[in-house]
């Protein structure tokens, strides 16, 4: 309703012509097309912000189920009159040079000329160029009116050849290759082990980041786990043992919900990398993401288990994974006992991610969710939780995941001199305006995240227009928590005028820093907080526009 | 013992001959004498460093009584062939210029000529410079060695006018009139209200500070109160009410002892009013300081009360004082009920302080001491303990003690915008050297402190020598805390070299920042965390030195 409202009044482009198909045309033809079928949009060269609109409001459902119902649903009847095309062939319309072509179902559409007319906006709807609708659809209910299809149809161009139906067949010789299929639009870090980001246009559009595109971070294979086998195993001092099959854990202990942010510890990474380079993966700002988790609580499986209400002394509760390296050795990390064992630490051992069953990335059939800890504590695919006097031996405990000064480099680290990182200091990011953006002078909306660890709600962002020399409130959302116990983002925004003098082409240095319930603040810059591991990367988020003339 | 160890092998210097009354031979003469009986001494003009370090070892006994004791035992046979001086003539000889005076019993010693042979350091010895003696001896038990007084007497240069004997009557108009006498040794930033901080070069001699030289923030005279006749008052919802005796408080509960550190909202202040003029007591680096207290532990008394040990919702408990304004009504403040009955929030109703009864600054005979919290919460002399749904409404708590952005003025302030302060942000100071001092090339000592709120520990302390671009790491020391509850501050120092190309007048300046638990850091620059009423100022610290030629 909304994407027809918005188009009401303006002009309904006119269906162009099929084009000739690429494997006869190849891709210097095609691209010849495109300025002469639509000189405007092709013209102005700043159109990469556009398909990503059609995928900005609505509810979330599985994608899975989801994609299943709308593909069957949009079925064209057969049009033998269109040229047939492969999926790489669609992939080559990715910009307003080579034409916008998307596909849903069999059927090939060139988006072109919509792209500044979406009602989410031109920068989402072009997270789809060159791919499949669907996955972005799912996300967005709003797509799922009839009137939607109608609409798109106007710009059909072609169909997929029918042999792009199979799928390939895995290589199952790669350790990787059980790994679950993946949304297209998650901004890739690593494939194997597989690492990536919601992109940027989406990350703060929800206050609950849609399953399929919440960040992941895998260090092994993911593993695969049958639920009816599956066993945990929970263990201490004392021979205390205790197995629990996943039907225990869900009806012998109650259903505790958190809405909880995870980040990973290297967020940001790549701002630090620009000042000398770390080791690690190049996460831009999306190593974070919040969802519901819903499970049971740890502390109720301790207790359950004989362990004590008390801090047992500096104890710790180690988390085991199921996925494991080469040598059989698992990923693991550990948490404080007192963490663990609290009732208001929220500690979950989560089975449920936004009303959904943990989806296998995020670590089915059972995962560990510690709210306020870092990413890395958050173990996935549990099999075992041992308390123990002592951190998790795991390399990822003791030999990674820690802070150090800038002047400690790979000849010096030592390790065991720095804590692991456990509760994360405050955070934020702005995720629009987009670095390189060039805005429309006048009214200048900025938005982002905030977030702090420890349960630290966000209490105030400030954003600057001018590199931190002034700043101004923004406006902050997102659901009331309770004290000491926010563990989720704050999201926020700001309204302001880009001020005369600035336009004109001029570059604006957009600034946001936050400040949390302890009134802790983000640093200025990125060089003194610089590490050799990249971890920790929380200086003032900065994005360079430039003014439209 | 160590002071003679150190002096031996040196030159003692032999007594001056008695100076003329200052009476008769008023100041410009005194100071004419000056030069000539230590030429070089007096010409080096940076001496300001010197009678603080008679001070700097040992342990601490409550002032009151070992001043007393010490100046009995001091008292030497009457010398009639002395000249006699009053008080303020004594306190006219402060610098190497005039000569350096101090007082010990009714003996006048000028120990210019001891100041660099200090053993504790010239800086230490300077603070009692035209003044007492004792109160300084008082905190260093080493000076009670006899040999001491010997060495001093070598220096004697007069006898105190029998007059002096006599204090002033107190003005009983004045409603400060009942405040108790004062460590002279304090850096007083207003005397009604009392205001004061120790002096830097003491601030971090000792983990404990010494009661007399806690930085002191009364924000109304201090009260009178009867130990016999007290009664603290504690009540809440549903009629809930309770009166305590100070007898009943030390008998009924547990004494609990726990090691804080408090610091108050407006810790350097003045860096902040160097930005921008903000509303406040221009304070130093001071208004921090860490004492041992002892108490009955919050909790206990509130579920004695019959409070549950459950948060309940989001309430408060809030404290009033027995020190009112000129309309009666008292000092208060709120604290968080989850602190404030949580077993890990360490909360207290303490009424001894390093071993003593609370002195009456700092609130005899009860006050609240919340770990973690800013020092705003820390109510003194308190009358009532309130469980209630809404903060304390004192001014204090609404409308005083919150931070806000830089854009924010006296016009535009919302004080319903910003929550009260509880937990402090990380922070660190330097302690020595001091600001525009000149250091020695080659290996430079710096020292200071650093301290978080909310229990999270310091990890570590980077400091620079050259304004923030290269760091190096600095030795910790301190207690061992327990996690999550590091209620104390960590002292800590670095030796570097000062490189040969920085000698030669060069100025040095040396940054301090600390990391804590939660690895939140300190904002590179004071501007952009300024606001109105200064308060949590924790940039990084910033001294500017000059290295000798």
Redesign the interface.
């Known amino acids: 309703m909304l994407l027809l409202r918005a188009v009401a009044g303006r002009r309904l482009p006119v269906p162009l012509p099929p084009l000739p198909r690429c494997r006869r045309c190849p891709r210097a033809g095609a691209a010849s097309l495109a300025p002469g079928s639509s000189p405007g949009a092709g013209g102005r060269g700043r159109a990469a912000p556009v398909l990503a609109a059609l995928l900005g409001l609505g509810a979330v459902l599985a994608y899975g189920e989801r994609r299943r119902r709308v593909s069957g649903a949009a079925q064209a009847p057969p049009a033998p009159r269109y040229p047939l095309y492969t999926r790489e062939e669609v992939g080559r319309h990715r910009s307003p040079a080579d034409r916008i072509w998307v596909t849903h179902g069999t059927e090939v559409f060139d988006v072109t000329d919509f792209v500044e007319l979406h009602p989410g906006g031109p920068d989402k709807i072009l997270l789809a160029a060159g791919g499949a609708l669907e996955p972005f659809w799912a996300l967005y209910a709003v797509h799922h009116e009839p009137h939607v299809l109608e609409l798109l149809r106007e710009y059909k161009v072609g169909e997929l050849s029918p042999e792009e139906v199979a799928a390939p067949a895995p290589a199952t010789a790669d350790p990787f290759s059980g790994d679950p299929p993946r949304h297209p639009g998650l901004r890739v870090n690593s494939q194997k082990p597989f690492n990536a980001e919601p992109p940027p246009e989406l990350l703060a559009e929800r206050f609950l980041t849609p399953n399929e595109l919440f960040f992941t971070r895998n260090h092994l294979p993911v593993p695969a786990v049958d639920p009816e086998s599956y066993q945990l195993r929970v263990e201490g001092p004392g021979g205390r043992e205790l197995c629990l099959s996943l039907e225990e854990l869900r009806t012998r202990f109650p259903k505790h919900e958190v809405t909880a942010t995870l980040q990973c510890a290297g967020n940001r990474r790549a701002e630090m990398s620009r000042v000398r380079p770390v080791k690690g993966l190049e996460w831009d700002i999306g190593a974070i993401s919040t969802a519901r988790w819903g499970g049971a609580r740890l502390r109720d499986v301790l207790l359950h288990a004989g362990f004590s209400e008390e801090?047992e002394g500096?104890w710790h509760v180690c988390f085991e994974g199921l996925d494991t390296d080469v040598g059989g050795a698992p990923y693991g990390a550990s948490i404080?006992y007192?963490k663990a064992v609290s009732a208001?630490g929220d500690v979950l051992l989560a089975y449920e991610m936004n009303g959904a069953e943990l989806p296998r990335d995020h670590g089915f059939p059972l995962r560990a969710v510690v709210p306020g800890v870092v990413g890395a504590r958050n173990v996935k695919w549990l099999r075992r939780v041992a308390v123990s006097p002592a951190e998790s031996p795991s390399h990822w405990q003791r030999n990674d995941y820690k802070?150090f000064?800038?002047?400690?480099d790979w000849d010096t680290v030592d390790y065991s001199a720095?804590?692991a990182?456990?509760?994360?200091?405050?955070q934020s990011a702005i995720t629009h305006p987009r670095p390189g953006a060039v805005v429309p002078p006048g009214e200048l909306t900025v938005k982002g995240y905030a977030w702090s660890?420890?349960g630290?709600g966000v209490?105030?962002v400030?954003v600057s227009l001018d590199g931190?020399r002034?700043?101004?409130?923004a406006r902050l959302a997102g659901e009331r928590q309770?004290?000491?116990r926010a563990w989720a983002w704050t999201l926020w925004e700001l309204q302001a005028p880009v001020a005369a003098a600035a336009a004109g082409g001029e570059e604006l240095e957009i600034v946001c820093?936050a400040?949390d319930?302890?009134?802790?603040?983000?640093?200025?810059?990125v060089a003194?907080?610089w590490n050799l591991r990249g971890v920790?990367s929380n200086a003032w988020h900065r994005v360079r526009v430039s003014v439209r003339p």
Chains 1, 2 share one sequence.
């Open positions: 801090r500096e404080p007192g208001a802070g000064a800038p002047c400690v720095a804590p990182i456990q509760e994360l200091p405050v660890g420890g630290h209490v105030r400030d931190g002034t700043w101004q409130v309770a004290l000491g820093k400040v319930s302890s009134y802790n603040v983000q640093p200025d810059t003194p907080i920790l």
